[in-house]
């Protein structure tokens, strides 16, 4: 009896996470590291005898730590270790963290088994029904910690994520151990712990199935730290849409509820059954030949079958998609300015750190292309740090605009520079968070016109973007080329009023007077621009008021602008229509003189050259022609004068 309870645990477990455990479907595979685990724990029980002879621990608490869970954790934590690095690189983190839960559950059965055999301590029972969870859910935050030691690049930063690995699963089992063996009151605490660590690995089973694959990474000669930069891109993106209030956001949860009815049904039984075990314990307690105090009791017929229920409903509960498209960051925008192959850029980046930044570039920068970047966060700069080009991406279709830059070797005054960075970042943050006094003003540290734009399209020289008298529905910048604003006159002549260049917004005017287009924007070049929509201009103007002034000061200068253009093109008209008057008297005079009709004689009218005397006068021979019968049409006794004056009436 005793022995079928001390295995009950094992399939319970080995079902709820069953949906896990099928990335990897192969149930060879499952039986492998089952294996593995269960060979472990033979091999820590035998090897405790010979532990025993030469250390003596004294006291539950040393029990607890040193005794048990230090010789156990750090076991698996080698076995761990040594596996995952013969592991295949095309493996995903979710498969290394799984294999390691199928782990701990072998080691948990066989120890399970051991303990019902050889203890015959009331205190056993609720050891074999929780124990198996505590090895399972350690051994998954053991393989979560040395997947990301084994993608991640610097040795600080493997050394850092393998002592996490080893220290948090040694410090919860040492704890749940100490409470065992203390029993009481203590017993009480192991079933929240255990629901700690439940949520802990749901967690972290979720994350793992956004990380990437070594392989993936390996290709791109990249590691964890590069790829995490680049996953923070969208995350700051993402920010700055929310605080603009846009509408097009999508909301991500990080917490999914999908209970199934299967799931449901085995939760409301699990209830049952406790409640049923709770009024028969006395029978149950006599039928394992076990006398039990009321902790353990109450352990043992409430608080573990409500731990079991809460594991159930807790599968799943973290949904993966919010880290790749839930998660947000408050940016601090930091000027760059980059010097490559002779050439200098100047653009932005949202974030920093001691190894690589991500930089919005306009233009493709290939692969290994060096750098010298120079960093300015409002009043302070960085020293020229060496960079190298690791990763570019300029597609339209992903939205993710930019350039990863690993960095050097770093002068000591980049390290100043970046601790009065993340300074200023966190006071920054705390102060707009917490909304204290000169919070407002904080918005314009991520809120200019670089950010808020949501895409960049590309267009050719020459292509139309809007006409005049088009309902204005977005504005633009201009991060490459230039772009010619031409209006239409009643007269139907077109005029250049300006030529904007990189850096230039325009489209807005319409957008903040509610009215069509003005003029007509063409590319004169080609030309990359980012593209937003009305509601990213309203938080321009209410969250940065360097761009609200800006934005006052080019309004009267176009206006201004366009009023001397216009008076230019009022004067340029009228002393148009002024030489063509005087063109066609001219004309006029010289097909009077030319044929003789100031002396009545029409018949030498008929016989002249209207292309000859049209290309003499720069005219058009149409013109010429027909101020050619308009003159024949007239009465011979009209004098020349007048003549001229009603031939040019009629034109």
Not at 85 to 107: D, T
Not at 201 to 220: K, S
Not at 354 to 367: H, I, R, W
Not at 573 to 583: G, H, V
């Amino acid at each position: 009896m005793i022995v079928a309870l001390a295995v009950l645990p094992v399939p319970v477990i080995y079902l709820f996470y069953h949906r896990y455990f099928v990335v990897k479907p192969s149930h060879l595979y499952h039986l492998e590291y089952f294996l593995y685990g269960a060979v472990l724990a033979l091999l820590m029980l035998l090897g405790s005898s010979f532990i025993s002879g030469f250390f003596v621990f004294e006291g539950t608490v040393a029990m607890g730590f040193l005794g048990a869970a230090l010789i156990e954790k750090a076991g698996a934590f080698v076995l761990i270790a040594l596996l995952m690095y013969r592991s295949p690189p095309i493996v995903m983190a979710l498969n290394l963290v799984i294999s390691a839960m199928l782990l701990g559950l072998g080691f948990a059965t066989v120890e399970n088994i051991m303990y019902a055999l050889a203890v015959r301590e009331p205190v056993i029972i609720v050891r074999l029904l929780s124990s198996v969870p505590l090895h399972v859910l350690t051994c998954g935050i053991i393989g979560y910690g040395l997947s990301l030691s084994h993608l991640s690049g610097s040795t600080a930063r493997k050394a850092w994520f393998g002592l996490m690995a080893l220290v948090f699963p040694f410090f919860c089992h040492g704890l749940y151990d100490t409470l065992l063996m203390s029993g009481g009151i203590g017993t009480y605490w192991i079933a929240p712990l255990l629901v700690l660590l439940v949520v802990i690995v749901e967690y972290l089973l979720a994350r793992a199935q956004t990380l990437p694959l070594l392989d993936g990474l390996r290709m791109h000669d990249m590691y964890l730290e590069d790829w995490v930069t680049v996953q923070r891109e969208p995350q700051y993106e993402r920010w700055i849409l929310r605080s603009m209030g846009s509408r097009n956001r999508e909301y991500v949860p990080l917490f999914r509820l999908s209970m199934g009815r299967p799931r449901a049904t085995i939760i409301v039984l699990t209830v049952i059954a406790a409640v049923a075990a709770l009024f028969g314990r006395e029978l149950i307690v006599q039928a394992l030949s076990y006398r039990l105090n009321m902790e353990e009791t109450v352990m043992l017929f409430t608080l573990l079958p409500v731990l079991y229920s809460l594991n159930l409903l807790a599968i799943g509960v973290i949904n993966p998609k919010y880290f790749q498209a839930g998660i947000i960051k408050i940016p601090v925008i930091i000027d760059v300015d980059i010097s490559a192959a002779g050439s200098m850029i100047k653009t932005i980046a949202y974030h920093v750190t001691g190894k690589n930044c991500y930089v919005k570039t306009v233009d493709t920068l290939e692969q290994g292309t060096r750098l010298d970047i120079v960093f300015t966060c409002q009043s302070f700069s960085s020293p020229r740090v060496p960079g190298v080009v690791l990763w570019d991406s300029h597609d339209e279709q992903k939205q993710l605009s930019g350039t990863l830059v690993r960095f050097g070797k770093r002068p000591p005054g980049y390290w100043l520079f970046l601790a009065r960075y993340t300074v200023y970042r966190i006071t920054r943050g705390l102060s707009f968070n917490l909304r204290l006094p000169g919070f407002r003003s904080v918005r314009q540290l991520f809120v200019r016109p670089e950010s808020v734009m949501q895409k960049e399209w590309r267009y050719g020289a020459g292509q139309k973007l809007f006409g005049q008298g088009d309902e204005g529905k977005y504005f633009y910048l201009i991060r490459k080329g230039e772009v010619d604003i031409v209006k239409t006159l009643e007269t139907g002549e077109r005029v250049l009023m300006t030529t904007l260049k990189e850096g230039d917004i325009f489209g807005e005017m319409a957008i903040v007077g509610n009215q069509p287009r003005l003029a007509m924007a063409i590319c004169r070049t080609d030309c990359l621009l980012a593209v937003a929509e009305a509601d990213n201009l309203d938080a321009l103007i209410d969250g940065n008021p360097v761009f609200t002034q800006m934005l006052i000061k080019s309004f009267a200068n176009r206006l201004q602008s366009s009023e001397k253009i216009m008076l230019k093109s009022m004067a340029d008209i009228e002393c148009a229509s002024k030489r063509r008057e005087e063109a066609l008297r001219t004309l006029c005079t010289v097909l009077l003189a030319a044929t003789g009709m100031d002396r009545g004689d029409r018949s030498s009218l008929q016989k002249v050259d209207a292309l000859q005397i049209a290309k003499r006068l720069n005219m058009d021979p149409g013109t010429v022609r027909m101020m050619i019968g308009r003159l024949l049409a007239l009465d011979e006794a009209v004098s020349p004068d007048q003549m001229i004056e009603l031939v040019l009436k009629n034109i």
